[in-house]
């Protein structure tokens, strides 16, 4: 609209159009409306829940320490019952092995000048030696001076002289040579504190005549104990007894312990250690011979099964399979 044209004297205003009033309203309820909201920015994004192991943190940790606690208690608590059984049962092994109340010295000196007899070789030692060591059980004892003459009768290629000195070593640890001295040393094999000791004199009361077969089956059942010292006790005994029927056993032993204390045990009782004859021991020679092809057998075990072959032959025929084989084809 020009706004420059002025209004006639007398005239009357113009009237705006229903439209234009109403355009006008419309601006006006336009101009007057709210400015429309701000969209708000989202959330931040929620913080992540707590695990569990972090919610129960402190309590996890007190639960720790209590265990802790509870645990080394009883740990504590098994050390003292064990030394205790420790100590009970190496003062019962002292117990058996020294059953007798007092050394009698007259009884002493005449055990050792026996012991000496046989180790020197004089003629009848080890007849007097079994004759008398009876008399020994309960009032002597082992020394180091006997301990040393025993080792060295054990040893010896005269039979009688071995025996002699396993007859010896059972009156000096005061076991009797009959049924009660066999049931002292089942019991003792029971107590792993005792267990090496009683083994080795099983073996020995066997070969002295004290129902060796009952003495095999005691040892066989420690075979295969999870102790070394234990097995490897076991084979001693068992070469000690000297039968035909623990022959298998140290074979088995031999070829198929884990160990080689105790395979080697096994073969020096077979073939020169033991308690078996010649005859016996060329038995042994077969399996030997048959196991230089054997392929299951360790560098180890194949050097010891030709060492045996050597001390039950005389013979030095190193690993020649086919030679051993000639040799006992030939012997047998």
């Known amino acids: 609209m020009d706004t420059n044209l002025k209004t006639v004297p007398g005239a009357e205003a113009p009237k705006p159009s229903e439209a234009e009033v109403g355009q006008a309203l419309a601006e006006i309820e336009q101009a007057s409306a709210p400015a429309p909201a701000k969209t708000s920015p989202e959330p931040p994004s929620a913080v992540p829940a707590q695990s569990w192991f972090s919610g129960h943190l402190p309590i996890l940790c007190f639960l720790a320490l209590a265990l802790t606690f509870l645990a080394t208690i009883l740990w504590l608590a098994h050390r003292t019952i064990v030394r205790f059984q420790a100590d009970n049962a190496a003062q019962v092994g002292r117990t058996a092995r020294s059953a007798h109340p007092s050394t009698n010295s007259a009884l002493q000196a005449e055990a050792e000048q026996l012991l000496a007899q046989v180790v020197a070789g004089n003629p009848g030692a080890a007849d007097r030696l079994m004759a008398e060591s009876g008399n020994w059980t309960g009032k002597t004892k082992r020394t180091p001076k006997t301990d040393q003459l025993i080792t060295v009768g054990i040893s ?10 396993l007859q010896a070593q059972l009156a000096l640890d005061g076991v009797p040579l009959n049924q009660s001295g066999f049931d002292m040393l089942e019991r003792s094999a029971g107590n792993p504190q005792q267990r090496t000791w009683a083994l080795w004199m099983m073996g020995a009361l066997g070969n002295r ?13 420690y075979l295969a104990d999870p102790d070394v010292s234990a097995r490897t006790s076991a084979v001693e005994g068992l070469a000690l007894i000297g039968t035909d029927e623990t022959i298998p056993m140290l074979l088995d032993r031999f070829h198929n312990d884990p160990t080689l204390p105790v395979q080697e045990q096994a073969i020096c009782g077979l073939a020169e250690a033991g308690m078996y004859t010649h005859a016996q021991r060329m ?7 048959g196991w230089l092809d054997d392929s299951t057998l360790s560098q180890q075990q194949r050097a010891w099964d030709v060492q045996a072959l050597g001390d039950i032959s005389g013979r030095n ?3 020649d399979a086919k030679a051993w084989r000639q040799w006992y084809d030939a012997s047998h």
Do not use: F, N, Q
Not at 283 to 289: C, E, F, M
């Open 156 to 165: 010896l290629k005269d039979m009688r002289a071995r025996e002699a000195a």
């Open 209 to 221: 005549g004290v129902d060796p077969i009952h003495a095999a089956k005691v040892i066989d059942s």
């Open 283 to 289: 038995v042994v020679a077969a399996s030997l011979v």
């Open 317 to 319: 025929l190193g690993v």
